[in-house]
């Protein structure tokens, strides 16, 4: 039997064509958009003109000659660099200490080892430090050590810290400090000028690849504040003892007073004067300075007192009552002193 197509389903089958047709044509169109708009590659793909990566790591072996008055440290290290096998650089002869007083190196190596270039150097020198003594001898400092590519900047070479491998030998010897941290950090150095490079737009400016060794160390020591500090105790000290040559009628010590409190205020600025030489802090206060000040207002009250009770003797005041003064004074002046002594050095072993 022969069936019938109805009329009507032509109509609908082409339709549904003309849907799919035109669904073909739209999705074809987007495609070939998409593949137009696809980016070409330029010098900054992987594929051309990648800046070029250098791994740097270090060994810290020895530190010495902390100068505080002339605000340097010296060291001693190893310093390492890992190239790709196909790199002709050698960053070791281009990188430099920017924070070095001054430098030198031995011992170069470039070879390659398991497809890596790799290149060493012994490294020693001085580098400048900012020595913050201001809570001396509960001081910590973190020092140091700059290292910057002197020629190409970051377009064309960046650094990577060998975090894995850099450290510090553990038995370095140091008499009155202890290292608490070591850290190798990258540190990219940007600058506010191109220094003439023509591929960069005038008054820009650039930036160049940077490492920082920072080696974190703590004061363990106290005897270098005692032998600072123990010439104020003493004056402190005198300066009770002025107190006991009372004034009297029969036979006046006024002048022995004024003497010995002179002779401690002397002593004080002197030994104030050596300990700031010392610490090289002419610029700033430190715990040392406190105590010295704080030395220096008792002896000044001292003779202020002095003076106040030669004029009360004069005007007939008991020598009963004067020595009763005296004692007074002994006790307010021990008290205050010990007190003020104490709340600083609390609070500077608590500033560290």
Avoid at 87 to 109: G, H, I, Q, V, W
Avoid at 137 to 143: N, R, V
Avoid at 232 to 237: P, S, T, V
Wanted: hydrophobic share 45%.
């Amino acid at each position: 039997m022969e069936i019938k197509q109805s009329p009507r389903s032509l109509p609908g089958i082409m339709a549904f064509l003309a849907v799919v047709v035109m669904s073909i044509a739209v999705l074809s169109g987007a495609v070939i958009c998409s593949a137009q708009e696809l980016p070409r590659p330029d010098a900054s793909t992987p594929e051309k003109g990648k800046a070029e990566r250098c791994m740097v790591g270090a060994y810290l072996t020895s530190l010495h000659d902390f100068d505080f008055t002339g605000q340097t440290f010296g060291a001693d290290m190893w310093i390492w660099t890992h190239t790709s096998l196909e790199s002709e650089r050698k960053p070791l002869e281009t990188m430099e200490f920017t924070n070095a007083k001054n430098t030198c190196s031995c011992l170069d190596t470039n070879i390659v080892k398991n497809g890596i270039r790799w290149g060493q150097r012994k490294i020693t020198g001085t580098f400048r430090q900012h020595w913050d003594l201001r809570n001396f001898p509960f001081d910590s400092h973190k020092l140091e050590i700059r290292i910057e590519e002197g020629i190409d900047d970051t377009t064309a070479l960046t650094y990577e810290a060998d975090t894995r491998d850099s450290s510090y030998r553990k038995d370095i010897h140091l008499d009155a400090w202890k290292i608490m941290d070591f850290r190798i950090i990258s540190s990219p150095v940007t600058h506010t000028s191109t220094f003439g490079d023509p591929a960069l737009e005038p008054g820009s400016s650039s930036e160049y690849a940077g490492i920082i060794l920072r080696i974190t160390v703590v004061r363990k020591e106290v005897m270098s504040y005692i032998k600072l500090t123990a010439v104020a105790y003493i004056a402190f000290l005198l300066m009770l003892v002025s107190f006991f040559l009372h004034l009297d009628r029969g036979f006046r010590f006024p002048d022995a007073r004024i003497a010995l409190q002179a002779g401690a205020l002397f002593a004080t600025v002197i030994n104030m004067s050596a300990a700031s030489s010392a610490l090289g802090s002419w610029d700033r206060i430190t715990l040392v300075d406190k105590v010295h000040i704080i030395t220096l207002f008792h002896i000044l009250l001292g003779a202020l007192l002095t003076v106040v009770s030669r004029a009360l003797l004069a005007k007939g005041f008991s020598d009963h009552r004067l020595r009763q003064v005296d004692f007074c004074a002994v006790v307010l002046a021990t008290i205050t002193f010990i007190g003020t002594n104490g709340l600083l050095v609390i609070h500077a072993a608590h500033a560290r």
